[in-house]
């Protein structure tokens, strides 16, 4: 009889190991094959992405890299499967100059585009980008002061919309750059709170251009979404409005 029992616990504690073990390989294949989550950890993707934000990034859109593995394990050559991203997708990828860091920013200029920004308003290959002045967006300070900011729809030239930000108005620290041609393979990357973003205007000891195989995925869409500046038990700063919301 005790053997008896002693043979259904291992056997209990092995079919245990099993579910446990075939459930971490899933989560991993899902995780490294089709979608990874995300949490927004700054405001430099104001008003598409609040800080306290948590997404899902697909990992098929433009194929896979070691980027695409766990701790950037270097078991794929190059980018396989690959496709490029449009302009205007919302992308994760890993920051060329430290590759453990991840960044989310816009795609604004693909291979061969020229990017500028000219008094505040943004243009690619030699034409302004339409933007159009809508309500402002009320941001809360670090004091917990809310201060109305310039908001626009911009219109980039594939007729993709989006909403950005300017606190300093025209005259922001990136408001005014030389013209950005950008290389084959590398993408000119941009956030959509202007004056708050470190992207590819004003930042080249981090990135200038993102190269195609430091992409991890495409912003999809959010799972969850609180205000991070307020306890985690407080179910009241949960931004219901938020949840399942498309990244655009």
């Known amino acids: 009889m005790e053997k008896l029992v002693q043979k259904k616990k291992t056997g209990g504690l092995l079919d245990t190991f099993k579910t446990v073990f075939w459930a971490i390989v899933i989560a991993l294949l899902v995780r490294t094959f089709a979608f990874e989550p995300f949490n927004i950890p700054s405001g430099s993707m104001i008003p598409t992405l609040l800080v306290g934000d948590y997404l899902f990034v697909s990992k098929f859109s433009y194929g896979y890299s070691k980027h695409s593995l766990p701790f950037s394990v270097p078991l794929i050559p190059g980018r396989i499967m690959s496709s490029e991203p449009e302009r205007g997708d919302v992308v994760v990828f890993k ?53 109305a900011v310039p908001q626009y729809i911009e219109t980039l030239p594939n007729g993709k919309v989006h909403r950005i930000l300017e606190i300093f108005g025209d005259q922001g620290p990136s408001d005014n750059t030389e013209p950005f041609t950008v290389p084959e393979g590398h993408f000119f990357m941009m956030g959509d709170n202007r004056d708050n973003s470190a992207d590819s205007r004003a930042f080249p000891s981090r990135f200038r251009f993102v190269p195609i195989e430091n992409l991890v995925g495409r912003a999809e869409f959010l799972f969850y979404s609180k205000d991070s500046s307020q306890p985690i038990y407080d179910l009241g700063s949960i931004r219901f409005d938020r949840l399942f919301q498309g990244v655009n």
């Open 95 to 147: 920051l060329p100059a430290d590759p453990s860091q991840d960044y989310i920013k816009r795609v604004i200029g693909l291979p061969g585009d020229t990017v500028q920004v000219t008094n505040g308003r943004l243009l690619i290959n030699g034409k302004t980008v339409e933007r159009d002045r809508i309500e402002d967006y009320i941001l809360t300070d670090g004091s917990g002061q809310a201060i």
